[in-house]
């Protein structure tokens, strides 16, 4: 295939969980164009390659499978398959996400050509768990996450366009992808502010990919050393931006995004607050209840001995008052 009018990137990395569901939904793409698909697995130590290899071999015209020699991470992984893409726009999908309409990327095509002032456009998700249960249909409209509008917003709160949706300019993205830092801890969110800057994002807000949360992963982790580090770097890539593109920064906006930031999370650690003042008033509680009960068990422990006491006098006069009549009648009888 020489010309392709769209490329389909795809970066895989340990993905056999989820790799040919991917494929097989670019696959299904219905287009009147011609569309090439380009897979690259950085170096995976399970059985990626070789279902994507599986794939390549049964659809040779329509599939290009890279590998690299060794992991270069994703950043680098990008940059390299970018390269190799001939067609007037990428199509970025990652490795555990799929598509979940035939005509995705004919409805992208079509808004961008119809669209010159645009030359990146993202859609609607769905958001997935590990296991493929659907967590939200509309995960911008049910405000699982929330789409950033501009450079300023993209910046303070390091938003989501979910990059498994994007259409892009090819030239356009290999420029962005020149300045790109490989050592960055999020390649995607680099690559938003740079589109941000260079061009308008147009959306199509029907839920045309699903996208699937996964639990431990680079962008997710569970770890609190990791989730640190990460935060910690990517407060360094906004500073970065902040001093490549003050003129583009609404210092306005970029308040009122910290201001909405800053409320949001005191109504958090004001209902953590809450929840530890009542867990400890549950545990006050469940103590004075406890004391309570060990008051009354100790009470009727007391009874308890009183009567035992008791009884033992009654045993003992009873037996006293026996004795005396046994006396007295052997005294009798002398």
């Not at 990395?13 to 989820?18: G, L, P, R, S």
């Not at 493929?132 to 390091?158: C, H, N, R, Y």
């Not at 009470?299 to 037996?319: A, C, D, P, S, T």
């Amino acid at each position: 295939m020489k010309n392709p009018l769209v490329s389909v990137v795809c970066t895989s990395f340990n993905k056999e969980k989820w790799i040919a569901q991917a494929i097989e939904s670019f696959l299904m793409q219905e287009t009147s164009f011609e569309f090439e698909i380009l897979i690259i697995d950085d170096a995976s130590t399970d059985a990626s390659s070789k279902i994507i290899r599986k794939f390549a071999n049964e659809n040779p015209k329509k599939i290009r499978f890279f590998e690299n020699e060794k992991n270069l991470g994703i950043a680098k992984t990008w940059k390299k398959i970018c390269n190799k893409a001939r067609g007037k726009y990428i199509a970025r999908c990652d490795g555990d996400d799929y598509w979940i309409k035939k005509d995705k990327l004919q409805k992208q095509v079509d808004l961008l050509e119809s669209n010159k002032d645009s030359k990146w456009c993202n859609t609607e998700f769905q958001t997935e768990n590990e296991e493929g249960e659907i967590l939200f249909k509309k995960s911008f409209a049910e405000k699982f996450v929330k789409m950033p509008e501009d450079f300023t917003e993209m910046l303070i709160s390091k938003g989501f366009t979910n990059a498994s949706t994007w259409l892009v300019n090819t030239e356009l993205m290999k420029e962005i992808n020149n300045t790109l830092d490989t050592k960055t801890p999020d390649d995607t969110f680099d690559i938003q502010l740079e589109l941000f800057v260079k061009t308008k994002l147009s959306t199509i807000e029907e839920p045309m990919v699903a996208y699937r949360f996964t639990t431990g992963s680079d962008s997710h982790p569970e770890d609190l050393s990791r989730i640190q580090e990460r935060n910690q770097r990517l407060l360094q890539t906004q500073i970065k931006f902040l001093q490549k593109y003050q003129e583009k920064v609404n210092f306005l906006q970029a308040i009122k995004e910290l201001l909405e930031k800053q409320t949001t999370l005191e109504n958090y650690l004001a209902e953590k607050e809450i929840s530890i003042l009542e867990r400890n008033k549950l545990l006050s509680d469940r103590q004075k209840f406890i004391d309570e009960q060990g008051l009354i068990i100790k009470h009727h422990e007391n009874n308890v001995k009183n009567l035992e006491n008791n009884i033992e006098e009654l045993e003992n006069r009873k037996w006293f008052g026996l004795h005396k009549i046994i006396h007295k009648d052997s005294s009798k009888e002398k």
